[in-house]
Every structure is written in C-alpha cells, then in structure tokens.
C-alpha cells in the first residue's frame, strides 16, 4: 500500500479519483505548521502540494520513507531542493498544467480589451445602451508582440494565428528568427 499525504488544496475530484485507486492510501491534512508536516512526513511515501505548502529542510530533515514530493502546479520554489536531494526525495511538477488555462485567459483579456467589454457591461449595467461607443476592434490583421515564447507565450501565439493575427516576439533564449513553423517572427 502506497501511504500519499495530500499537504495543500486540491481539487475534490482529483482527490476522489486517487483516493478510488487500488493499493494506494489517501490522507488529506491541509494547513499543517512547518513542525506538524516535519513530524508526520516520514510515514509517506509520497506527498502532494501546491504553491501553499513550504518543504523546507526541517521538513526534509527526516524523510522516513517518504520517496517523493509532487508538486501540483509549474514552479517548485516552495521546495529546499537541496534538502530533497540530501534525503534521497524526488521533486516533481507539472509544468504543463496551467499552459492553457493561462493562455486563454491571456487572450481571454485581449479579447475584452479589444471589444470594450468591461466598460460595455459598467454602461449597460448603469441601464445605459451606447452600441456604436462600444463597438471596439477586430483582431484579425492585429499584430500581437509577446515577450517570451515559453510554454505559455507559445499557446498564446497559437491562439493569435487562429484569430488570423500577426505575431511577433522576443525571447533571447529562442533559436533561430522563427517559430511556430515560421508564423512567429521572433524581433
């Protein structure tokens, strides 16, 4: 039986899902201190966190049989790294978990600010209907300039060449002066 301790806020569908899976034991403790989670560590195998939960050394400092930290979401600056590696803990991620979540709302928010959204529902909401004030823009033939074409900058670009958008970008650490098959001219 693999011991799982879920130490941070998730999903109750994700964790009804674990939770119905064979050989694997399920506790959830959300809102330990540093010295509870250090106490209570080393009798799992494995343990599930988001950006709330802080693995520091003390932590770490006995594993028991704790073989694993995972880290639901992109970034493990909450985690000592250098304590995991001292006692033998694997650190992992899932750096592609909010690509597209953050890519549409990027684009979810050039959208509204090219169609007037906001001030659109502020007129209407005040029982006021001024149509032509807020017409707003198209995007297609827009050029969209991204600083970055990481995972996110890159759905993002994706999402700009649907709505028939021109796109630029800089990223100093891209090869080349393309991307995306040359639909991106990187500047």
Not at 20 to 41: M, P, Y
Not at 82 to 98: C, E, K, M, Q, S
Not at 162 to 169: G, N, P, T
């Amino acid at each position: 039986m693999v011991k799982i301790l879920v130490a941070d806020k998730l999903d109750s569908s994700v964790v009804q899902e674990a939770k119905a899976r064979e050989n694997v034991e399920l506790d959830v403790k959300t809102g330990l201190s540093e010295e509870q989670l250090a106490e209570i560590v080393g009798g799992y195998d494995g343990m599930i966190i988001r950006s709330g939960v802080k693995v520091t050394a003390k932590v770490l400092a006995n594993p028991g049989r704790l073989r694993a930290v995972a880290r639901a979401g992109v970034g493990v600056d909450n985690v000592d790294l250098d304590a995991a590696t001292r006692a033998g803990v694997l650190v992992i991620n899932t750096p592609d978990a909010n690509t597209v979540a953050t890519a549409e709302h990027a684009f979810a928010l050039l959208l509204a600010l090219m169609r007037n959204v906001v001030p659109a529902c502020v007129d209407t909401k005040a029982g006021n209907w001024n149509r032509s004030r807020f017409v707003g823009r198209q995007l297609a033939g827009k050029t969209l300039g991204l600083i970055g074409l990481g995972r996110v900058g890159r759905a993002v670009a994706e999402r700009a060449l649907a709505f028939k958008m021109s796109v630029c970008a800089y990223d100093p650490l891209f090869p080349g002066d393309s991307a995306l098959d040359g639909r991106v001219r990187l500047v």
